[in-house]
């Protein structure tokens, strides 16, 4: 019999067309995610920033239409792909995994932008140091994660033993374009990250849960009918300063 393979997780090149489309106009990112961490930046005209896991980078083009000088990494050079299809041939462009030491001297960024990245990694230390290392001092983290509320409270709905204080691994299955692949995700309880950033240096200055943007209401109705305010558990914003 052949050899039964073990399922590829987090393969975002199989699904880079479709993950594209789909991030570009749905709730979570394009109305909610994305314009939070638009927000957490402010101005950030002639600033030097890493977008670290960009995607097809649609976050780097927001950025650098505001002005800020961008580089982007990701693992995938599927995602890279679509990035450059967005961005153009000039655009700062790199293959780097966020659990591998970063291609760049120390103090290089004024700020790294890190939107719904950390949470694929198992141990956050190694990266947040190479974070730490690659901004100037002062130089800012912005980051968003799953929100471990949210978490906790879909496994109790789905019958699910919830286990908030573990750091525990959690696995879906995704299909977009017609393609599908297995994600793997690391939760942790909100005391771990803040442990995990001030353990690298960082000192919390924004721990945030924005609302989403305000046309949101009208474009998805169906998806906000139970949702009676401007927000919702989805996800966790933290603007960190490199000390």
Known sequence: MPEERSPRFNDYDRIADGYTAEN???????????????ELAGDVTGRRILDAGCGSGPLFAELRDRGAV??????????????????GPDADLQVAD??????????????????????????????????????????????????????????????????????????????????????????????????????AGFRITTISEPPYAPEARDLFPEELREITGPSFLCFLFFTLEAT
């Open 24 to 38: 570009e106009s749905n709730l979570v990112n394009a109305y909610y995610e994305r314009p939070a961490m638009l």
């Open 98 to 199: 966020l659990a591998d030491p970063l291609p760049f001297p120390d103090d290089t960024f004024d700020d790294v932008v890190a939107s719904l990245v950390l949470h694929y990694l198992e141990d956050w230390g190694p990266t947040l140091a190479e974070l730490r290392r690659v901004l100037k001092p002062g130089g800012r983290l912005l980051a968003s994660v799953d929100h471990p509320f949210s978490i906790t409270l879909w496994q109790h709905k789905a019958g699910e033993k919830p286990k908030y204080f573990e750091t525990r691994n959690r696995t879906e299955e995704w299909t977009m374009g017609g393609q599908t692949t297995q994600m793997s995700f690391w939760d942790r309880p909100l005391h771990a990250m803040t442990d995990a950033f001030t353990s």
């Open 70 to 87: 961008v580089t982007g990494i990701d693992a995938s050079a599927g995602m890279l792909e679509m990035a450059r299809r967005r961005l």
